[in-house]
């Protein structure tokens, strides 16, 4: 095959990969920007807590009331649990200095430093090991690795210029900030807040048409939590139907149906069945609501049942007919209040 004739400059290569370089680095600096901006957050509540504490003798039950309030004012965020908010207290307990945290530790994930928190009891032998994550830009396994291996004690505790070093930008350290979920929590754009208060609002109009419906739906909570293998979920809607004996999760999502959808709510389902799920109760049902500008797609499923039931043309299965509203009733139900909603809040429903 002949060699084509290239209309590029020779220096094309060398000026795409330095343009690239800077973009990765600019993006990187960015995400610690707004880590600092979350790190900083939980410093000051904590530090708000445990003033209240030595001052006016605030105690657990104080924590707790304080998690269910901020949890309830600000959903979407994963960080407001009393565990958390019990590590924000124990963070600026070991870190007085606010300008500490903004170029030290504020520069590594939340959950990096929980690690150093629960893991690290000396402050010279934690800020090392904070130091030489930035450095050499290590992930959360790669740092519990190092501290479980004293890797501290083995190469002595002189400290490097961490202050004026950028992790690389592949690093495991820049992965992490960037898929960092409490950061990601914490990041809320204007379109994204608006799409975000039109979503939570079409889950509290289902939940009332739902038990409006008199036919047996017993709400059991919204953003309803569920651990597995130590890792919290929320289900959007979850509620026990007291006809059909089982529980009944729901997910609203904007925008067309994916298949990964599916994936989730299956997890869901299993993990309710696991959980929750009493011997004498039925197998749980999934009800996956999706919303797009062309189509309100409806998805009932059920565990172990590999064919999806009640997409499209779908229909409910006999047994649940009496019992269920039907997806035409969802489907006109679900477009009817996204209409009222968007010309409430001014939303464009693309």
Known sequence: MPRQLSFLPDDYDEFLRL??????????????SVNRELILLYWH?????????????????????????LKRDFPQMKGFSRSNLTYMRAFAEAYPDEQFVQQVVGQIPWGHNVRLLDM??????????ACKAIEYGWSRNVLIHQIESNLHQRQG???????????????????????????MDFITLSEGALERELEQALVSHIREFLLELGVGFSFMGNQFPIVVDGK???????????KLRCYIVIELKMGDFEPAYSGQMNF???????????????????????????????????RNVSTPIGVSTHRVPDQFKSTLPSIEELEQELESAATALEAEIDVDPS
């Open 157 to 183: 505790s002189a400290i490097t210029n961490f202050a004026q070093t950028l992790p690389p930008s592949q690093s495991d350290l820049a992965q992490s900030l960037i898929k960092d979920p409490y950061m």
């Open 120 to 129: 690290v009891k000396d402050p010279e032998a934690r800020l090392w090991y």
């Open 268 to 302: 869901y389902v299993s993990a309710v069945d696991d959980l929750l799920r009493h011997p004498d109760d039925q197998p749980t049902i999934g009800l996956i609501l999706c919303r797009s500008k062309s189509k309100t797609t409806v998805e009932y499923a059920l």
């Open 232 to 242: 919290e979920y929320k289900i959007d809607l979850l509620f026990y139907h007291v």
């Open 19 to 32: 343009l690239k370089e800077r973009i990765r680095t600019a993006q990187l600096r960015a995400v610690l």
């Open 45 to 69: 509540i904590g530090r708000e807590i445990l003033h209240r504490q030595r001052q006016e003798g605030w105690g657990a039950k104080v924590i707790e009331r304080l998690a269910k309030d």
